[in-house]
Nanobody, 117 residues
């Protein structure tokens, strides 16, 4: 079993920055993809960014200029840095890990990010 714990959410002013962290623990296979997704009220969950253990990244087109995903494989931790945040970035942000060998997908409990003055 894998556990994912997000941290770093909260209230952010428009134009500011946020940095989220997600620490994984448990039976984490070495070949995996970690990522960030978000879900705003009344909307479907959407992908923000993903990163493989080798460092290959993908970004949502609408966020690639403002978001940076990174990871520390030794710590099984993934980070999301987002700059110039906007009120529409308000959402619950979820961490995800996909075990590429077994095809399992795990989710964190989510962390609330609110962008407001």
């Amino acid at each position: 079993q894998v556990q994912l714990v997000e941290s770093g959410g909260g209230l952010v002013q428009p134009g500011g920055s946020l940095r989220l962290s997600c620490a994984g623990s448990g039976s984490i296979f070495s070949s995996n993809v970690m990522g960030w997704y978000r879900q705003a009220p009344g909307k479907q969950r959407e992908r923000v960014a993903t990163i493989t253990t080798g460092g290959s990244t993908t970004y949502a087109d609408s966020l690639k200029d403002r978001a940076t995903i990174s990871r520390d494989n030794a710590k099984n931790t993934v980070y999301l840095q987002m700059n110039s945040v906007k009120p529409e970035d308000t959402a619950v942000y979820y961490c995800n890990l996909v075990d590429l060998l077994h095809g399992y997908s795990y989710w964190g409990q989510g962390t609330q990010v609110t962008v407001s003055s």
